[in-house]
């Protein structure tokens, strides 16, 4: 991997200028300022591909450039990308980047930051990667069915001073819901998926393909980038055997850790970077459980140690530990605090809420497409709406998240990166930076942040079905 530079005091001096006449900039986002534009072309389309194998018929998927996953996008942090996207669908789309700190301007969310890109337009998004990370981007119209057509990809900031590893794999796991066929199941945004868990698939894909083992080599150190791009599907991967070290979640590093029960957590939208040393010995053999409960767990993919002698006989004696990005740290004394509250949903208790204005009965809004969702007593029936929350910019911020149904919740919020404080009134280790936290079912969490970022910014749950059925609001940084 090549190490960037730093900019030149010409190229700080000419970002300084470009961005002053943006409405508001952190200020570390100027010293950031790109020397280099990285460009990519991303073309939605209808496309068709073998997700399992040459013994199963291929699906039709729509997909970025034809390929499920969409190309991996990768840059050096600092560098400013560019990324034209022209729509090759039969309906309007758009690109949000999960988990990067951008404009609102280029956040990708119809009527909210931008006008969707209709069918055979075009749509250009430019921002500096200000974040080293593992991110991703998938469209945000229609998000249960274009998602789970195929469209996603990875987006790879790299480390200006990576760690030292032999290998690096980026894993975008999927949760595909085919027929017999190996067709896509057309039924999208049913009642029973929006009111329930979401869209649970039936088929897992790694990289758009199936991967039943993963070939490795004693002794070798591997960086695995994961990324949960399913819809409903939350993943609890055990690498039974190895010691996986949590060095990143969410794309923002932390203190290198093991994972809590051994399990590695990945709810929808949500990423892990994990170091592994791959300690067996030559033909070994080791299983990765997705161990959903104590009593249901299946084999994720096994892992294979090739017959080659080890790569070295004790791991290598390198730092894990990634360098931290410049997210601004929340003053917890002087916080400003707010509350979001989670309900409805099947066996759930919300008798009533407010649709367009309006107070409706649990009935009325079933009745209205399925809007059984509410936060704070709104259940959303469009991306562009009155601000949830308002949060005064340049303040510290603690947002206290409580889960009042019987479901569980990946709530993401755009365009910032916070710090997870606590889960159950327990402070939560390492207090990790996300753009996404899971709540179980009757979970409370606190989150907090520095209002660094101007706009109007979506806090959704990432089950896509659950946004369809309401859960989704605005908040906005003025
Ligand atoms: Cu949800």
New binding site residues.
């Given amino acids: 991997m090549k190490i960037v530079s730093n900019p030149t005091r010409r190229s700080v001096l000419k970002g300084a200028t470009a961005l002053g006449a943006s409405l508001f900039v952190p200020a570390a986002w100027t010293q950031a300022r790109a020397q280099e534009t990285k460009a990519f072309q991303l073309t939605p389309k209808p496309a068709t591909v073998s997700l399992l194998g040459p013994e199963w018929p291929d699906t039709d998927v729509w997909a970025y450039n034809g390929r499920v996953t969409g190309p991996e996008l990768r840059l050096q942090q600092g560098q400013r990308l560019r990324v034209d996207v022209k729509n090759g669908l039969n309906q309007p789309t758009t690109v949000h980047w999960h988990g990067l700190r951008l404009p609102n301007a280029m956040d990708g969310v119809p009527e909210l930051t931008q006008a969707p890109i209709d069918p055979g337009d075009s749509f250009s998004y430019e921002f500096d990667a200000l974040d080293a990370g593992t991110f991703w981007y998938h469209p945000h119209v229609n998000s249960s069915e274009q998602v789970g057509r195929g469209l996603y990809g990875a987006l790879i900031v790299e480390d200006k001073e990576p760690p030292h590893v032999d290998r690096e794999l980026t894993w975008v796991i999927d949760d595909w819901r085919l027929t017999r066929d190996a067709a896509i199941a057309d039924n999208f945004g049913n009642g029973m998926d929006i009111s329930h868990g ?1 869209r649970q698939g039936n088929t897992l894909t790694v990289n758009g393909g199936q991967m039943d083992e993963v070939a490795v080599r004693s002794g070798e150190r591997i960086r695995l980038r994961l990324i949960n791009v399913a819809n409903a599907r939350i993943f609890r991967l055990n690498f039974n055997g190895h010691d996986p070290q949590v060095i990143a979640i969410d794309g923002q590093p932390v203190t290198p850790h093991a994972p809590t029960d051994g399990r590695i957590i990945l709810g929808p939208g949500m990423r892990a970077d994990v170091i592994i040393d791959f300690g067996g010995d030559p033909g070994e053999t080791f299983n990765i459980v997705d161990a959903v409960s104590s009593a249901q767990s299946y084999v994720f993919a096994t892992i294979r140690y090739s017959a080659e002698p080890p790569l070295r006989t004790s791991p290598l004696d390198a730092s894990i530990r990634l360098a931290p990005n410049d997210v601004a740290t929340p003053d917890l004394l002087t916080a400003e605090r707010h509350q979001v509250v989670i309900e409805g949903g099947a066996m759930g208790g919300m008798r009533s809420a407010i649709y367009k204005g309006e107070t409706l009965s649990i009935s009325e809004l079933a009745q209205q497409q399925m809007k059984v ?1 509410a936060l704070n007593g709104v259940a959303a029936h469009t991306t562009k709406m009155e601000p949830m929350l308002t949060l005064k910019q340049g303040r510290s911020h603690i947002i206290t998240i409580r889960n009042d149904t019987g ?1 569980p ?2 709530m993401h919020m755009h365009g910032y990166a916070f710090q997870i404080l606590s889960r159950n009134n327990k402070a939560v280790p390492h207090t990790p930076l996300a753009d996404t936290v899971l709540l179980d079912r009757n979970d409370v969490t606190e989150i907090a942040l520095v209002a660094d970022n101007l706009g109007d910014w979506m806090f959704h ?1 990432h ?1 896509l079905d ?1 946004v369809v059925g309401g ?1 989704s609001a605005v908040i906005r940084v003025a």
Avoid: D, V
Wanted: contains cysteine; hydrophobic residues 45%; glycine residues 12%.
């Fill in positions: 979401g969702w479901w919740h990946p749950c089950i659950h859960m």
